[in-house]
């Protein structure tokens, strides 16, 4: 039997990081229970792992991960020396956006058939992001759409919609797969739409939308990653508006795993991006957004400004044309709440959640269920069960008609919850 060769380069980055064998292996535990493992490595495993051991996928990338943060710049489970050789390396990140994306969309159809372990969320790797796309340059809006560009818009709004209505788990990897095929045809000798504007927004709002059914379906990690493809993509083609929805998009994931610093980052960047062309409701969502990551990070005098100013805008008009340019009062005042309740404002975040569900579209059954799951959960915390049980009747009855990760816990947190008032009473 071969003798296992000692992982120096692992030993190198734990010395870096000044840890012992005990606090990496506490910190890859920690981490694994944020992305709904649970791990039990003690120093002995880590001591293993330096012998030469290899734990089994997807630890490497949680040991990696941790030392990223750690250390503050990108480490890989390559640069740990714990990645197997049948693990894939990431495509050269001066390919064309469109070949990643395909490539991702490649990788993840394998992993879903082969039932291999999701892609983890890294916050070195979204910051390594942002710093790759350091001056940008964007162009004015053309409004002319080529039938490509419609097919692809149509098919994005459709999606998107679905998501909004019903959730991500029913749709699978229907949307992944269809983008493993038409991304490569566009980079087929003499396409003349590779790099047409219209034709890369249009494809970074695909990815865009496959993300936020990932974030759904409870893989932040693949999430991540399809948000950062929307963001070249987008950067590519010049779309200030698009980057800076996608920002916010990835600033909400990061705060539903607790990374607040990061969320008001990527909303500050947004902000700033595009605020020399802010359409009213991009500008009310964009500081909805920064409203939660300042309230998140306990400053809030700033959230409640940046509240206020995002229910100032949100009243003039305007006219939204797709899914992707429109913000809608139902959701403003979701964030409300969410800021409200971030800040301790107990009364106020149950009439904003109330608020919205005053204008929330009947057939949106993924809010509802969520939103009556919030109202019902908050009103049994304050011991008020009759007023509690008709928005838990109206979040069950709205999850029936769900398939989506965060509804599914708001209802089973709220079935819990009733359980145990019964217990009480």
Same mark, same amino acid.
């Given at each position: 039997?071969?003798?296992?060769?000692?992982?120096?380069?692992?030993?190198?980055?734990?010395?870096?990081?000044?840890?012992?064998?005990?606090?990496l292996?506490?910190?890859v535990?920690?981490?694994g229970?944020?992305?709904?493992?649970?791990?039990?490595?003690?120093?002995?495993?880590?001591?293993?792992?330096l @012998?030469?051991?290899?734990?089994?996928?997807?630890?490497?990338?949680l040991?990696?991960?941790?030392?990223?943060?750690?250390?503050?710049r990108?480490?890989?489970? =390559?640069?740990a020396?714990?990645?197997?050789?049948?693990?894939?390396?990431?495509?050269?990140?001066?390919?064309?956006?469109?070949?990643?994306?395909?490539e991702?969309?490649?990788?993840e159809?394998?992993?879903?058939?082969?039932?291999?372990?999701?892609?983890?969320?890294?916050?070195?790797e979204?910051?390594?992001?942002?710093?790759?796309?350091?001056?940008?340059?964007?162009?004015?809006?053309?409004?002319r759409?080529s039938?490509?560009?419609?097919?692809?818009?149509?098919?994005?709004?459709f999606?998107?919609?679905?998501?909004q209505?019903?959730?991500?788990?029913?749709?699978?990897?229907?949307? +992944?797969?269809?983008?493993?095929?038409?991304?490569?045809?566009?980079?087929?000798?003499?396409?003349? =739409?590779t790099?047409?504007?219209?034709v890369?927004?249009a494809?970074?709002?695909?990815?865009?939308?496959?993300a936020?059914?990932?974030?759904?379906?409870? @893989?932040?990690?693949?999430?991540?990653?399809?948000?950062?493809?929307?963001?070249?993509l987008?950067?590519r083609a010049?779309?200030?508006?698009?980057?800076a929805?996608t920002?916010?998009?990835?600033?909400?994931?990061?705060?539903?795993?607790?990374?607040?610093?990061?969320?008001?980052?990527?909303?500050?960047?947004?902000?700033?991006?595009?605020?020399?062309?802010?359409?009213?409701?991009?500008?009310?969502?964009?500081? +909805?957004?920064?409203?939660?990551?300042?309230?998140?990070?306990?400053?809030?005098?700033?959230?409640?400004?940046?509240?206020a100013?995002?229910?100032?805008?949100?009243?003039?008009?305007?006219?939204?044309? +797709?899914?992707?340019?429109?913000?809608t009062?139902?959701?403003?005042?979701?964030?409300?709440?969410?800021?409200?309740?971030?800040l301790?404002?107990g009364?106020?975040?149950?009439?904003?959640?109330?608020? @919205?569900?005053?204008?929330?579209p009947?057939?949106?059954?993924?809010?509802?269920?969520i939103t009556? +799951?919030?109202?019902?959960?908050?009103?049994?915390?304050?011991?008020?069960?009759?007023?509690?049980?008709?928005?838990?009747?109206?979040?069950?009855?709205?999850?029936?008609?769900?398939?989506?990760?965060?509804?599914?816990?708001?209802v089973?947190?709220?079935?819990r919850?009733?359980?145990?008032?019964?217990?009480?009473?």
């Amino acid at each position: 039997m071969p003798k296992k060769t000692p992982n120096t380069r692992l030993a190198a980055l734990q010395r870096e990081a000044r840890w012992t064998n005990g606090d990496l292996a506490r910190e890859v535990n920690r981490l694994g229970t944020l992305h709904g493992l649970r791990l039990a490595y003690d120093r002995t495993a880590v001591a293993h792992w330096l @012998s030469g051991s290899r734990p089994r996928p997807p630890v490497p990338a949680l040991v990696a991960e941790v030392l990223s943060r750690r250390l503050g710049r990108l480490v890989t489970p =390559e640069w740990a020396g714990l990645a197997s050789q049948q693990q894939r390396t990431p495509p050269s990140s001066t390919a064309h956006p469109l070949l990643t994306l395909a490539e991702l969309a490649v990788i993840e159809a394998e992993s879903r058939r082969q039932s291999l372990p999701a892609r983890l969320f890294s916050v070195q790797e979204i910051e390594a992001e942002l710093g790759a796309a350091a001056g940008l340059t964007w162009r004015d809006p053309d409004s002319r759409r080529s039938s490509r560009a419609q097919r692809l818009e149509h098919l994005s709004s459709f999606f998107f919609e679905h998501v909004q209505r019903y959730g991500g788990l029913t749709l699978g990897s229907a949307l +992944s797969r269809y983008i493993a095929d038409e991304a490569p045809r566009l980079l087929a000798a003499g396409s003349p =739409e590779t790099d047409r504007p219209e034709v890369l927004t249009a494809l970074a709002r695909l990815s865009y939308v496959q993300a936020a059914i990932a974030a759904d379906s409870g @893989s932040p990690g693949l999430a991540q990653g399809y948000y950062q493809h929307a963001l070249r993509l987008a950067q590519r083609a010049g779309s200030r508006h698009d980057y800076a929805i996608t920002l916010r998009a990835l600033a909400t994931l990061a705060d539903s795993l607790g990374e607040s610093a990061l969320s008001l980052k990527l909303t500050g960047d947004a902000i700033e991006i595009a605020e020399a062309n802010m359409a009213p409701a991009l500008r009310s969502f964009l500081y +909805s957004g920064l409203a939660l990551a300042l309230a998140r990070t306990g400053d809030r005098p700033a959230a409640l400004r940046a509240l206020a100013t995002a229910t100032r805008i949100r009243h003039e008009d305007h006219q939204a044309s +797709s899914p992707f340019d429109t913000y809608t009062q139902a959701s403003l005042q979701y964030q409300r709440a969410l800021v409200l309740k971030a800040l301790g404002a107990g009364p106020d975040h149950l009439e904003a959640l109330v608020e @919205s569900l005053q204008t929330r579209p009947v057939d949106h059954h993924k809010a509802l269920a969520i939103t009556h +799951s919030q109202i019902a959960l908050t009103l049994l915390y304050a011991g008020q069960w009759d007023q509690a049980l008709p928005h838990a009747q109206k979040a069950f009855a709205s999850a029936r008609a769900v398939s989506s990760t965060p509804a599914r816990r708001n209802v089973a947190e709220l079935r819990r919850s009733m359980a145990a008032f019964r217990r009480r009473i």
